[in-house]
């Protein structure tokens, strides 16, 4: 199960996965979808339970912090939804 992880963190880096999740989060047609932010939850939560996640966050650190600002930032647009989650 490591070994897979290992090498999912890996296709996530080269995807660009948290720049794309941030993209998500400001766009103003995925922004309020509640199945976004449902998503992209479950996805935070995954990578943060694992050693290769974590380093995978830790290596993206201005991405992680701009996601962090997006999802905890007292907008209308953002924090009902997230709040809900």
């Known amino acids: 199960m490591a070994g897979g992880m290992v090498m999912m963190v890996g296709v996530l880096y080269c995807r660009r996965l948290l720049e794309s999740i941030l993209v998500l989060l400001c766009s103003p047609a995925t ?8 998503a992209i939850r479950t996805v935070l939560t995954t990578l943060m339970s694992t050693q290769a996640g974590l380093l995978y966050l830790s290596s993206k650190v201005e991405t992680v912090n701009a996601v962090l600002r997006v999802l905890t930032q007292n ?10 989650l």
């Open 31 to 38: 922004c309020n979808h509640v199945a976004v932010f449902s």
């Open 75 to 84: 907008s209308l647009t953002v924090s009902p939804v997230w709040k809900m």
